[in-house]
């Protein structure tokens, strides 16, 4: 038997009540790997024909998500930070490029910001990041990809602001 839901999420809850910042996140963050190099987990959890985004379990007590997306075809995201939490990118099944950012411009209240790529990388089946508050980051994807994604808190549920992607950054912002 595999690393089961009430396994991880117990283990992730340890973890976290114990450190919920983000050396904490980084031990977390192992445990996302171990489920997504999980056959069975993956199997389970994210089905070839499972929803964008699936609310796995939700803490009740520290309030931290565990979601499965499952991509089909292509997709870009722009970029984004999570408000004030942070996120636990997991990929378990096909390829995702992240781009990383630098704040060129703030974003806020009827505010547009302004985001400068500094590094791509790709996510294979297996590996996990963490994105603590303020990383601004968007995956992009060819194919079909299966995630496993840990929110510190629900971003349905808190206030974020959107970015743009600019590749050079002006003089005056310098």
Not at 4 to 14: I, N, P, R, V
Not at 16 to 32: M, N, T, Y
Not at 73 to 89: R, V
Request: include cysteine.
């Amino acid at each position: 038997m595999g690393y089961t839901l009430a396994e991880f999420s117990a283990d992730c809850h340890q973890i976290l009540a114990a450190d919920p910042g983000p050396e904490g996140r980084k031990k977390v963050c192992a445990l996302v790997q171990k489920a997504c190099a999980d056959p069975e987990f993956v199997r389970q959890h994210l089905p070839d024909n499972g929803p964008e985004r699936k609310i796995l379990y939700e803490d009740p007590e520290l309030g931290f998500c565990i979601l499965g997306h499952v991509y089909h075809g292509a997709k870009e995201s722009a970029p984004h930070d999570h408000g004030p939490t942070w996120a636990i990118y997991g990929q378990a099944f096909g390829e995702t490029i992240m781009t990383e950012y630098a704040k060129v411009a703030p974003a806020g209240e009827g505010v547009l910001g302004k985001a400068r790529p500094v590094r791509d990388y790709k996510l294979t089946p297996g590996d996990a990041y963490v994105y603590n508050e303020g990383d601004l980051h968007s995956p992009r994807r060819e194919g079909t990809t299966r995630l496993i994604r840990i929110e510190g808190r629900n971003v349905e549920t808190i206030r974020r602001y959107p970015y743009q992607r600019v590749d050079a950054t002006p003089a005056a912002a310098q």
